[in-house]
């Protein structure tokens, strides 16, 4: 038995140790954020700080407005993905329960797992030019409504799997009981399927939350988001080390926290249905 | 799509038509839910697609369409070397980005699958940060890792002033790693949350039977846990001609052209140099190019799944 404990025993700190080793990238980021010139450039790189600042960001937050970049991404990305997750949820519905002639459903299904694969860039040229003539460029609803580009194909197609999970019996006890089919949607369908929901919501929010091309394109001026904020104090040889950790902290922090909150949701929804 | 194996939306039973409606319109309210998602896909992915199709076929300049190319821009690009490297390097990055993932994310789901009790959800959440953290953040972090004066991996292989993503032959390779670093861990979540839903009883009667570990992987585990590493496929395959963000933070996709893969190509053609038809072509050979991966891939991974 003891020996069989101190095997488990060494399996966890190997655990323990790999995981910290794997999420070193992440401390050095932070870390960096709270340097003091000094300890940032030296050599051989400290693992610790010898001192804590704050000044990076104090200087963000009084000369490179910050709170306006975190205010349009917190605008932009709830903005598109609320759009995209009322229409694509019908959408999925649709397609997960409906039969439509000549395999619409399935061909449908399928070409639309093939937009998500095809990259922002692909479009975002075009896409500018027809906002710019809409006069859409540089607005909230604009950038969001760019974003249901890839927000959108990615929720129809994983809503699909999971309301496909629902049992139809289900949904078909209650259409007998006289509910119509919208109602069964909304009160059974959506219930049954809040893990998967719950995930599909917090991918598509961070993809919006951290997407940077068509931001970069779309996002001009007043509507500005964090990635693009981030990308600024980056360029090709050089980059302000300071700002640059600072600013990717505060916007890697408040998807970090949601996706913390509703973790529980998020392991049973990429599960698939497999542990119920 | 659904693990236990229900077929594609096509053999789902027929529920819309419900017969005592007697009007023409009876059971065609199912149309009614595909309409708004079809609408915004026209118009933020149809019509700028076809916009496109339009800037290949005419020079487009100063935002108008002028004179006719024909097929004279699709020749000259598809034989020129620019799309030969950035094709090449899409290739390299998408197959190695998600086979990478697929087997580190295998790996370890398989290590801590084991018996960790209470460490195991604590290690899990902890592992699903990179996954919320922005590709361009991600760049950043990996960009000063690989800083050649301050950067730890500098320091880690005792040689100062090198830099991986300096270097033609290797700076593929050190976006490659960045993706694998940020998406691993999704693949572990949805493959460890299969490995737990393995029988308990079917892995002690390949133990009774004395077989060894890698039996049980082959013969219990690996077919048990297949449709989560098909949809963890899918789902990766989906993303892996999109990397741009951390090529634009850590390399521009340089040195030279090293790391220019068709996102980065599109890119630097349309929006730095403003050539719009080149842009558009090379976009439409992308398009081409998914469209019969994404297919070919549909049919492959159905089948898969009976």
């Known amino acids: 038995v ?18 910290a080793a794997y999420l070193f990238p992440v401390y050095w980021l932070v870390s960096m954020s709270f340097r003091i010139q000094k300890d940032m450039f030296s050599w051989p790189p400290k693992l610790f ?40 949820s019908l959408a999925a519905y649709g397609l997960a329960r409906f039969r439509y002639p000549h395999r619409i459903g399935s061909r449908l299904a399928n070409w639309i797992l093939s937009l998500r694969m095809l990259p922002p860039v692909a479009a975002v040229l075009p896409v500018f030019l027809i906002f710019s003539a809409l006069r859409l460029v540089d607005k909230f609803y604009g950038v969001a409504l760019a974003y249901t580009f890839f927000n959108l194909p990615f929720i129809i197609w994983l809503l699909k799997i999971y309301f496909q999970d629902v049992p139809e019996e289900i949904e078909q006890a209650a259409l007998v009981d006289g509910a119509s089919r919208l109602q069964s949607f909304f009160r059974i369908t959506i219930p049954l399927s809040t893990p998967g929901i719950a995930t599909t919501f917090i991918l598509a929010l961070a993809a919006s939350w951290n997407e940077f091309l068509m931001a970069s394109q779309l996002a001009t001026f007043n509507t500005r ?29 408040p998807m970090m926290i949601i996706g913390l909150f509703i973790q529980r949701y998020i392991v049973r929804g990429l599960s698939f249905g497999a542990v119920k | 799509m659904s693990p236990q194996g229900t077929p594609p939306s096509g053999a789902v039973p027929a529920a819309g038509g419900e017969a005592h409606h007697k009007h023409w319109w009876a059971g065609q309210s199912k149309w009614l839910y595909l309409l708004p998602a079809m609408v915004i896909l026209v118009g933020v992915v149809i019509y700028p697609l ?27 690009l598809l034989l020129g070397e620019a799309l030969r490297i950035a094709l090449v390097n899409s290739l390299i990055l998408a197959a190695g980005t998600v086979v990478c993932e697929l087997l580190f ?3 370890l789901a398989l290590f801590l699958n084991e018996s960790l009790g209470l460490l195991r959800p604590v290690l899990r959440g902890a592992l699903l940060i990179p996954i919320f953290i922005a590709p361009v953040i991600v760049g950043l972090m ?8 301050y950067g730890v991996f500098a320091w880690l292989i005792g040689r100062r002033g090198f830099s991986p993503i300096a270097q033609d032959n290797f700076a593929l390779y050190a976006i490659i790693l960045a993706e694998v670093w940020q998406w691993t861990p999704f693949v572990f979540v949805i493959l460890l949350a299969a490995l737990q839903s393995v029988p308990i009883e079917s892995l002690e009667a390949a133990l009774v039977d004395g077989a060894s570990y890698l039996m049980r992987l082959r013969h219990v585990i690996l077919p048990h846990i297949l449709p989560a590493i098909i949809i963890a496929l899918l789902l990766r395959s989906m993303e892996s001609f999109k990397i741009f963000d951390t090529i634009q933070v850590m390399t521009h996709g340089g040195p030279g052209r090293a790391t220019e893969d068709m996102t980065y190509l599109i890119f630097r053609t349309g929006i730095w140099v403003s050539d719009v038809s080149t842009a558009a072509t090379y976009s439409w050979v992308l398009v081409i190019i998914l469209t019969a991966l994404s297919s070919f891939f549909l049919r492959y991974a159905y089948r898969e799944k009976g």
């Open chain 1, 49 to 88: 700080p010898t001192r804590i600042t704050f000044k990076n960001y104090k200087g963000l937050a009084e000369g490179h407005a910050l709170l306006w970049y975190l205010r349009n991404s917190a605008v932009i990305a709830p903005l598109s993905v609320a759009v995209s997750m009322i229409v694509g």
């Open chain 2, 142 to 149: 990996w960009r000063i890792i690989f800083n050649p004066q």
């Open chain 2, 105 to 107: 994310g295998l790996v």
């Open chain 1, 225 to 253: 988001t964090m990635p693009v904020l981030i990308a600024s104090f980056i360029w090709d040889r050089n980059m302000q080390w300071g700002f640059a950790t600072a600013s990717a902290v505060l916007s890697a922090v």
């Open chain 1, 2 to 19: 003891s020996k069989k404990r101190i095997l488990g025993l060494a399996v966890a700190i190997v655990a323990v140790v790999l995981v």
């Open chain 2, 50 to 76: 076809i916009y496109m199709l339009r800037a290949t076929l005419f020079q487009w300049q100063a935002g108008a369409f002028g004179r006719f190319l024909g097929g004279k821009l699709w020749a000259q």
